[in-house]
T-cell receptor, first 114, second 111 residues
Framework: AQKVTQAQTEISVVEKEDVTLDCVYE???????LFWYKQPPSGELVFLIR??????QNEISGRYSWNFQKSTSSFNFTITASQVVDSAVYFC???????????FGKGTLLTVNP | ETGVTQTPRHLVMGMTNKKSLKCEQH?????MYWYKQSAKKPLELMFV???????ENNSVPSRFSPECPNSSHLFLHLHTLQPEDSALYLC??????????FGEGSRLTVL
């Protein structure tokens, strides 16, 4: 069975602070994929990143960066110099091998205050 | 704009009504999904269609009836729903590399 845990239910920061959203996963698959999605108030889930289990390189995209560590089964997401527009619910998700059923965590509500 | 369009965006229905949710994707993907998002709960996978064939039914009650006439369209037919079915219903299509692209959802309220 697959499981994704986002222990932080809500995080509140002040603009320009850095913030890290935690994600811990469980799977028995040797090949799997990890994802992060952003859900703004409009409701649509916006795809941010996909990582496969063979690639542990960290990734940076602008103010966003992701730290994938298989040893701790974690795939954390950091926003540098947060902005008000970053306020949203962020979901971590997992799918195993060729099984493209994404299992989502419960999400972390990030509020960035001006 | 993700290329996945859901209508209606909001729907209010009584428990005896019959209504349908529609999803259309313009991304050329071959797989489409229905997810349910309730308050305080993780997103729940409901159905998966691959090349118009249903490949996943996640023990969804029969009052939810999906239909996939082609790879670009997906419907969710609703009848005799319960108030606990009130939720945001999200449609997604899947790229070959596994990413799902979601619509904005249909917010359903069952009275």
């Amino acid at each position: 069975a697959q499981k994704v845990t986002q222990a932080q239910t809500e995080i509140s920061v002040v603009e320009k602070e850095d913030v890290t959203l935690d994600c811990v996963y469980e799977t028995r698959d040797t090949t799997y994929y990890l994802f992060w999605y952003k859900q703004p108030p409009s409701g649509e889930l916006v795809f941010l990143i996909r990582r496969n289990s063979f690639d542990e390189q960290n990734e940076i995209s602008g103010r966003y960066s992701w730290n994938f560590q298989k040893s701790t089964s974690s795939f954390n997401f950091t926003i540098t110099a947060s902005q008000v527009v970053d306020s949203a619910v962020y979901f971590c998700a997992l799918s195993g091998g060729s099984n493209y059923k994404l299992t989502f965590g419960k999400g972390t509500l990030l509020t960035v205050n001006p | 704009e993700t290329g996945v369009t859901q209508t209606p965006r909001h729907l209010v229905m009584g428990m005896t009504n019959k209504k349908s949710l529609k999803c259309e994707q313009h991304l050329g993907h071959n797989a489409m999904y229905w997810y349910k998002q309730s308050a305080k709960k993780p997103l729940e996978l409901m159905f998966v269609y691959n090349f118009k064939e249903q490949t996943e039914n996640n023990s969804v009650p029969s009052r939810f009836s999906p239909e996939c006439p082609n790879s670009s369209h997906l419907f969710l037919h609703l009848h005799t729903l319960q108030p606990e079915d009130s939720a945001l219903y999200l449609c997604a299509s899947r790229q070959n590399t596994g990413e799902l692209f979601f619509g904005e959802g249909s917010r359903l309220t069952v009275l």
